[in-house]
């Protein structure tokens, strides 16, 4: 292979990272609006589409094989199959708690929620944010960038608080409603662990970018 080729084969690459971000993304927005809405059919269609996810996932997973084992990469060219192969799984992962979410709103169906879903509603809108942030810095090789998106993380973390603190009130003071503040509780953790996993992206990116490990999910 050229290297002309292998930097379109990384190109193409990059733009199916960005494919499968504006999948999870879908996926995210769509199970959170299939909870508060109660809609099932929406919440099973959020899990049908994690298909498509895992084959986008398979399919670049494969390339990145490819090309670490055939060709003769450069170390950037290394950090670039690495971060990828990091990013992808993390995307992955986040597509799975969509699902996580989906079916929790499947077995909720027909109940009187507990409390309105403001604050999860919020929850879900910083986490896409996040993503939106955390993608944007890796095309731009932003590091900078890539801090603004973690630093929204701590928003995520107070709401999550909030939330649990509220929802451990409710059952405490009513047993009936322990079954399905609990499933709501798991619906807040999904959310977290999915802005976790943004945070993940980023540290990604900064390695790309800068060779530097970092930990920001301290």
Do not use: W
Not at 119 to 129: A, H, L, T, Y
Not at 134 to 142: C, H, K
Not at 185 to 203: G, P, S
Request: charged share 35%; proline share 0%.
């Amino acid at each position: 292979m050229t290297r002309k080729a292998f930097d379109y084969a990384l190109e193409e690459m990059h733009n199916d990272v960005l494919r499968m971000g504006s999948m999870v993304e879908k996926q995210i927005h769509q199970c959170i609006e299939a909870l508060v809405k109660q809609d099932e059919n929406l919440a099973k269609e959020t899990i049908k589409n994690d298909d498509l996810v895992d084959g986008l996932y398979r399919e670049i997973e494969d390339k990145c094989i490819k090309l670490t084992a055939k060709e003769q990469p450069l170390a950037i060219d290394l950090r670039t199959i690495f971060t990828t192969a990091r990013i992808i799984t993390d995307l992955e992962r986040m597509a799975d708690h969509a699902v996580d979410i989906a079916k929790i709103t499947i077995k909720l169906k027909g109940e009187k929620y507990v409390k309105k879903l403001i604050d999860i509603g919020k929850m879900s809108k910083i986490v896409n944010d996040m993503i939106k942030k955390a993608l944007d810095a890796y095309v731009d090789r932003d590091v900078d960038e890539t801090y603004a998106a973690c630093k929204m993380d701590d928003e995520i973390d107070r709401l999550y608080k909030h939330v649990f603190k509220e929802l451990i009130e409710i059952m405490s003071e009513d047993h009936d409603k322990i079954n399905q503040a609990t499933q709501l509780l798991f619906v807040c953790k999904y959310l977290e662990r999915i802005a976790d996993h943004v945070t993940n992206i980023c540290e990604g990116t900064i390695y790309l970018v800068t060779g530097e490990q970092k930990d920001l999910n301290e």
